[in-house]
């Protein structure tokens, strides 16, 4: 199946700071990537919807301007969660489609402090 | 709305002893089911997906079937490293680019 990485794989970072995760599609090229947040116990929610060229589509409840969502390229994007603070703290996980399923990545756990 | 249950929502089982997961679902056209293995600490692992009733799927201790209201996924004679959690997830036809997710059946196979 299709091969879909995140980098960060874990991260701790101080209350107001900014922190940036990668989601990269590794052997096919993606327009669209889906940023989920992971609570203990609990299903993935979607976040947005990363669109490579144009603006990310956000959930109803996600502040677009707290979680930045750049996609560069067919193969990358990009979630900054600016001035995070410790409700902040999540299991992020983003996925890309190919063909008709959704492949994920690994996850990255954000803790703030 | 589009919505997915997925029951039980926790599954001891001892080593041999099979058992089935459900996933019931409501969607407006359903595009696509779709079962998904995760570890913790890791993402989701696509296992299957099931575009229309009637249709069935295997992989190894596991087979995947589905109706008009819900899907199960088989564990047959199943082994202590089948324990994870299951998801199951809907596509539907008017925003496929859409997944909805049910919040999962944690599976543990004791030996």
């Known amino acids: 199946g299709a091969v879909v990485s995140q980098h960060p794989s874990r991260v701790i970072c101080k209350s107001g700071t900014s922190v940036k995760i990668e989601c990269r599609s590794l052997d096919f090229q993606a327009t669209t990537m889906f940023w989920y947040r992971q609570f203990p116990k609990q299903s993935l929610m979607l976040m947005a919807t990363?669109?490579?060229?144009?603006?990310?589509?956000?959930e109803q409840g996600v502040e677009k301007d707290k979680f930045l969502i750049n996609h560069a390229s067919l193969t990358l994007s990009t979630l900054t969660v600016t001035s995070a603070h410790p409700e902040d703290s999540s299991f992020y996980i983003c996925?890309?489609?190919?063909?008709?399923?959704?492949?994920f990545g690994p996850g990255t756990r954000l803790l703030v402090l | 709305e589009d919505q997915v249950t997925q029951s039980p929502e926790a599954l001891r089982l001892q080593e041999g002893e099979s058992s089935s997961l459900n996933c019931s679902y409501t969607v407006s056209g359903l595009r696509g089911l779709f079962w998904y293995r995760q570890d913790p600490g890791k993402g989701p692992e696509f296992l299957f997906t099931?575009?229309?009733a009637g249709e069935e799927k295997e992989k190894e201790r596991l087979k995947a079937t589905l109706t008009k209201k819900e899907s199960f996924l088989h564990i047959t004679a199943p082994k202590p490293e089948d324990s994870a959690t299951y998801l199951c997830?809907?596509?539907?036809?008017?925003?496929?680019?859409?997944?909805?997710f049910g919040s999962g059946t944690k599976l543990n196979v004791k030996p």
């Open positions: 990363s669109n490579e060229g144009s603006k990310a589509t956000y």
């Open positions: 997830a809907v596509q539907g036809s008017y925003n496929f680019n859409k997944f909805y």
């Open positions: 099931l575009y229309s």
């Open positions: 996925s890309a489609p190919s063909g008709e399923t959704q492949y």
